[in-house]
Structures are given as C-alpha cells and as structure tokens.
C-alpha cells in the first residue's frame, strides 16, 4: 500500500504473524521462554520491591527524630533490603559459576536452550 508518506510494509510478514524468532523450532521451546520470561520478571519485581522499601526506610529514618528504636527499626530495613538485592544478584552469579564449571559455558542455565533431533 502507499499513502502520502511512502510504502507501508506489513511488520509481521506475508504470511501473518511470524513468531518464529520467539519460540524457535526445537519443541518445547516455548516453554523454556515463558520460564525464562517469568524468571527475568520476578528479578525485575524483586528490584522494584528493594528500592521501594529502601525509600520507606530511608523516610523512616529521616523521621526517626533521634529515637533510638526507630532509627535501629530503620537500619534493619535497610540492610534486609540490601541482602535481599544481594540474593537475588548472587543467584545469577552462582549460576553462571556453576554453569561454568559444570557446563563450560556461562550461560548455559541462565538462557537454556532445548536440542532436539
């Protein structure tokens, strides 16, 4: 089709929507990008949740007013978050560790692929 601007391609090419380069062809493919979809999501949340609750500590801490409690009550927030962050940080490092060391290659259980014959 061309309108005032140029031709229009169709994006999804001629035979309607392509999602080969989503799903791959080796079967149950699909599967594996849904888990690993899930997987980068819930790091994703994980992050969003540890600044969340690094601002609200950090709020309760600018409001502590000098109480020892409360400002004891913030800094333990602020350190739960930190090594949640760093759980869920060190969780990708030790599987490309042992990625490594298992499999020689790094990524091997971070981005799994399925052979099939």
């Not at 791959?24 to 994703?44: D, H, Q, Y």
């Not at 927030?77 to 869920?88: D, E």
């Not at 490594?100 to 990524?107: C, E, G, P, V």
Request: hydrophobic share 55%; charged share 10%.
């Amino acid at each position: 089709m061309i309108f005032q601007f140029g031709a229009i391609s169709d994006p999804f090419g001629p035979s309607g929507l392509n999602v080969t380069g989503l799903a791959g062809t080796a079967s149950g493919s699909g599967l594996v990008i849904i888990l690993n979809n899930l997987i980068k999501f819930v790091i994703v949340v994980a992050g969003l949740y540890t600044f969340w609750n690094l601002i609200l500590a950090g709020y309760g801490f600018m409001s502590a007013g000098g109480e020892a409690k409360a400002i004891e009550k913030a800094w333990a927030k602020i350190w739960q978050s930190l090594m949640g962050l760093l759980v869920v940080a060190g969780s990708f490092v030790l599987a490309m560790i042992f990625g490594w060391l298992i499999f020689q290659d790094a990524t091997v259980l971070i981005a799994p692929k399925i052979y099939t014959p």
